[in-house]
């Protein structure tokens, strides 16, 4: 069975410009999860989706960031516009049950650089 | 405060050795506790749970003390596919699975 896939692998941007990033969770996970971890310091959690819902927002550091899921299948990160303190390790994660049971799996990660 | 504490390390020990990781959490709604494996440059994978009673997975052995609020994780019989970054996570029953990480403990295992 496939795993969490993300795209791109990695993306280096200018500041000021428009990055997306995508996420595809295990098929069947109503749960998926983003992530991010800047240079030294810990992964911290941006929001978490049940199905097409965002259950919790509450990590989105501003309104530059704004996260979608569709149909409840795939996920997508808009960063609009980039600063220079967005960049970091934007990992994406999915589990089948959401009260901290189930095991997260998590994707590759996407590399982000703002220049 | 860090939701999560742990020390950063590195450890370098050599193969056959047992090591030994800590972490304190500071919220005490926590309610699962997890250690995670993250190589270099790789996506973190769930290496346990941990459960109140401690519990065992071949060389590894998880710890919890909801007393004091600490995780630990112990390695038996070190090998050199042991050299990871280890994470210790949490998370409060409440807000659905969100986790809390701490910054990790890097380990190296040396021949």
């Known amino acids: 069975e496939a795993g969490v896939t993300q795209f791109p692998s990695h993306s280096v941007i200018e500041k000021g410009q428009t990055v997306t990033l995508r996420c595809d969770p295990i098929?069947?996970?109503?749960?998926l999860y983003w992530y991010r971890r800047v240079m030294g310091k810990e992964i911290k959690f941006l929001l978490h989706?049940?199905?097409?819902?965002?259950?919790?927002e509450s990590g989105m550091p501003n309104n530059r960031f704004l996260a979608e899921r569709t149909g409840g299948t795939y996920s997508t990160l808009k960063v609009q516009p980039a600063e220079l303190e967005d960049s970091g390790v934007y990992f994406c994660?999915?589990?089948?049950?959401?009260?901290?049971?189930?095991?997260?799996?998590f994707g590759p990660g996407t590399r982000l650089t703002v220049l | 405060r860090k939701e999560v504490e742990q020390d950063p390390g590195p450890f370098n020990v050599p193969e056959g050795a047992t090591v030994a990781f800590n972490c304190t959490y500071s919220n005490s709604a926590s309610q699962s506790f997890f250690w995670y494996r993250q190589d270099c440059r790789k996506e973190p994978k769930l290496l346990m749970s941990v459960y109140s009673s401690g519990n065992e997975d071949g060389r590894f052995t998880a710890q919890l003390n909801r007393a004091s609020q600490y995780i630990s994780l112990l390695i038996r019989d070190s090998k050199l596919s042991d050299s990871a970054t280890y994470l210790c996570v949490v998370s409060r029953g409440s807000t659905l699975g969100r986790l809390y990480f701490g910054r990790g403990t890097q380990l190296t295992v040396w021949p």
């Open positions: 989706f049940v199905k097409e819902s965002k259950q919790d």
């Open positions: 994660a999915s589990s089948q049950v959401g009260t901290g049971e189930g095991e997260q799996f």
């Open positions: 098929s069947g996970h109503d749960n």
